[in-house]
């Protein structure tokens, strides 16, 4: 991943695949991976298998999985849609994330 991307707690808009166009936030990140897990985005089945001695039913369980962090763009509140992040300089010298189009400062 290059610098000045993607953060935890991020508000990120899928840009592909079967959940483009909606908008969840950055769970994690794994950037040896290139991937990151989004609330709500990128729900896998997965099969539990039974196991009685656990007591376990079995069964089908949703779960997120992590997605390609290509395949989503930081999501501007203002500008309502993906954007491109430029960097920024406070007065106070502190390096921040913004937004583009508008300016609008993407750091939490
Ligand atoms: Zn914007």
Do not use: W
């Amino acid at each position: 991943m290059r610098g000045l991307r993607l953060k935890k707690g991020d508000t990120v808009i899928v840009r592909k695949g079967k959940d483009k166009g909606k908008t969840g936030k950055v769970l994690m990140i794994f950037p040896e991976k290139n991937r990151i897990l989004v609330e709500k985005i990128h729900f896998v089945k997965e099969f539990i298998r039974p196991d009685r001695s656990k007591n376990v039913q079995g069964g089908i369980m949703e779960k997120e999985a992590p997605l390609s962090a290509a395949n989503v763009m930081i999501y501007c509140s203002e500008c309502e849609q993906g954007v491109r992040i430029q960097s920024k300089v406070l007065d106070d010298g502190t390096r921040v994330r913004a937004c583009k189009k508008c300016g609008l400062t993407l750091e939490k």
